[in-house]
C-alpha cells in the first residue's frame, strides 16, 4: 500500500486568506510549521490504494488570523480537519478541493533540505528569514 514519505510543502487557501508551510510525513504521523506562525501535528494513513486519509490539527498563534477563517484571537486557536486525499493529487501537486472546510489545499514533495523547517526550530529558522527580509526591504525604503 502507498503512503507518504519525506518533506512535503503544503498550501491551503481560502475566503479567509492562504498558509504556507513545510511538513515531513514519517511513520504514519505528520509534523511542521507554516510561514505565520502555526504548528501542524496529525496521522496520515493510506486508504486503500489511491488515497491518504489525514487527521490534522493546525495550531495557531495568538494574533494571528487562521485560514478556517476564524478572527485572530488573543490565545492560540487549533482547528482539526478528517481528510481523504488521492494520492495522484499529491503525486501531482494538483488542487484539491475540501468543500466541508471551503479550502483548496495543494500537498508537493519538496527537497529533503527542508526538513528542518518542519521540526521544533523550524518556526524560528522562518521567523529570522522574514526579519531578515524585512530589514533588506528597509533599507532599501531608506535609501530613497
Known sequence: MQTLRGVYSVMVSGSAGCSL???AFH????RGNTFDGGR?????????????????SLTMPPGVRPVW??????????GTA????????????KPHFLPA?????IIQKASEDLTHLAGDEGRAE??????????????????H
Open 126 to 143: 522562518m521567523i529570522r528569514t522574514l526579519q531578515q527580509a524585512d530589514a533588506a526591504w528597509r533599507k532599501i525604503r531608506e535609501a
Open 101 to 105: 472546510y471551503e479550502l483548496w489545499v
Open 27 to 30: 511513520n504514519g504521523y505528520l
Open 69 to 78: 477563517g476564524a478572527a485572530p484571537s488573543g490565545t492560540f486557536q487549533t
Open 82 to 93: 478528517e481528510l481523504l486525499i488521492p494520492f495522484a493529487t499529491i503525486r501531482g501537486a
Open 40 to 56: 501542524y501535528e496529525g496521522t496520515a494513513k493510506p486508504v486503500r490504494d489511491d488515497s491518504l486519509s489525514l487527521s490534522i
Open 21 to 23: 508551510g513545510i511538513i
